[in-house]
C-alpha cells in the first residue's frame, strides 16, 4: 500500500547514540545534513531527530555525570523544532548495547502507531482536526472504503560520524550479530568528510557491503573540526569555547564548572563496558572483516 503510493515518503527518525561530554554544534550539524540529505532524495520524511546520551556505567574516561551532559543537550535543543533529547539510555543502571537503544524507540513508535490507529477508529467528527493538518491530499474515494490506512511506522536510523562506523572495526567493541541488526532491519546514516575512508571501510566488510543500500553515507562539506575532546581541551586550558557550543551550554558549564582536570581522569583505567562486556565472548574475535 505505502510503497504503491509514490507521494508517500518514508517517514525516518534519526537517532544519535554518544558521549555527548559535552554536545557541540557539530552534534547539532550532523541531524541538519542528514535531515537535508535524506529530504533531497525526495523518497525520505525526517519526521524527528533525537539524540540519546550514554549513560554513566560507560566508564569512557572524561566522562561526566548524564544528568550534566543530559541537561546540555536539552539546553542545546531548545530552539530546535524537530531534534530532542531521550533520557531512557541514560537512566539504565546498566551500559546498553546501541541495537538495544534503536530497538527501544523503534518500540516506542510502534506503539504509539497503535494509539494512533485505535483513535482513528472514533468517529469522523474526532478525526477533523487531523483530517485538517494534510491538506490537498486528494484521496481517491476507493481509498475510503479501504481497510483502514495503514500508515507505516516510521524507520529508526542510527546517526554517527565516520569514527563511530568505523569503530565497527574494533576487536570486542561491537557484536557482528548487533551490527548486522543494524543495518539490516534499521539503517545507517553516517556523516563522513571528503577524502574520508569509509567507502573503504564499507567495501572491505561484507556485511556492510551487503547492506550497503541501507547505509547511508552524506558528504560534509562545510568541515567543520569541532569534538568534545577539544572542548574539555580548551576548557582545561581556560580557553574560550565561544561559537563551538550553543551559548545556553557554555553558560551552563561555566556555573556549574563541569570540565577540569580531575573529570577528565573519571574512569582513568577503567575498561570501557563493551569492551569489557564482549572481551570474554569469542566469537567476537571473527569482527567486521571476515
Ligand atoms: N566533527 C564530526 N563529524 C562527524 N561526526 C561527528 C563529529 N563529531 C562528532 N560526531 C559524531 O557524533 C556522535 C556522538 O559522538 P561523541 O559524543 O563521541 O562526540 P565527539 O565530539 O566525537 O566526542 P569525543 O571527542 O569525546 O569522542 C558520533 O556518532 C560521532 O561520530
Ligand atoms: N556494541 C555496541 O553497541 C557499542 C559499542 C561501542 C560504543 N557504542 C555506543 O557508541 C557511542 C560511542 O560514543 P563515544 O564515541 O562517545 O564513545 C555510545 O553511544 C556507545 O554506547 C555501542
Ligand atoms: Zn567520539
Excluded at 506503539?111 to 482513528?120: C, R
Excluded at 567493541?173 to 571501510?201: M, P, Y
Excluded at 551552563?252 to 570540565?259: D, V, W
Amino acid at each position: 500500500m505505502a510503497m504503491e503510493d509514490p507521494d508517500r515518503k518514508t517517514e525516518v527518525v534519526l537517532l544519535a547514540c554518544g558521549s555527548f561530554n559535552p554536545i557541540t554544534n557539530m552534534h547539532l550539524r550532523l541531524f541538519e545534513l542528514a535531515k537535508d540529505y535524506f529530504h533531497e532524495t525526495g523518497k525520505y520524511k525526517v519526521i524527528k531527530g533525537i539524540i540519546s546520551p550514554v549513560g554513566d556505567a560507560y566508564k569512557k574516561k572524561g566522562l561526566i555525570s548524564a544528568n550534566h551532559r543530559v541537561t546540555m543537550a536539552k539546553l542545546a535543543t531548545k530552539n530546535s523544532d524537530w531534534v530532542e533529547v531521550d533520557d531512557w539510555e541514560s537512566c539504565q543502571s546498566e551500559w546498553l548495547e546501541t541495537l538495544k537503544v534503536l530497538r527501544y524507540h523503534h518500540q516506542k513508535l510502534l506503539s504509539a502507531d497503535v494509539t494512533n490507529s485505535l483513535q482513528d477508529a472514533v468517529p469522523v467528527t474526532k478525526l477533523g482536526r487531523k483530517r485538517k493538518q494534510q491538506p490537498n491530499r486528494h484521496e481517491p474515494i476507493k481509498k475510503k472504503n479501504q481497510s483502514p490506512v495503514v500508515k507505516s511506522v516510521p524507520q529508526v536510523k542510527l546517526l554517527c560520524g565516520s569514527d563511530m562506523l568505523e569503530s565497527f572495526g574494533i576487536p570486542n567493541l561491537w557484536k557482528l550479530e548487533d551490527i548486522t541488526e543494524i543495518v539490516e532491519k534499521h539503517g545507517l546514516v553516517c556523516i563522513s568528510r571528503a577524502g574520508n575512508n569509509v567507502q573503504k571501510f564499507i567495501y572491505e566488510s561484507d556485511i556492510l557491503w551487503k547492506h550497503k543500500n541501507n547505509i547511508h553515507l552524506v558528504e560534509e562539506w562545510i568541515t567543520n573540526d569541532i569534538s568534545s575532546t577539544k572542548i574539555r581541551r580548551a576548557l582545561r586550558r581556560g580557553q574560550s569555547i565561544r561559537y563551538l557550543v550553543p551559548d545556553v551550554v557554555r553558560a551552563y558549564i561555566e556555573k556549574n564548572e563541569l570540565y577540569s582536570p580531575e573529570s577528565e581522569d573519571r574512569n582513568a583505567g577503567v575498561v570501557l563496558a563493551p569492551l569489557q562486556k564482549h572481551a570474554s565472548d569469542s566469537k567476537n574475535s571473527q569482527a567486521l572483516n571476515n
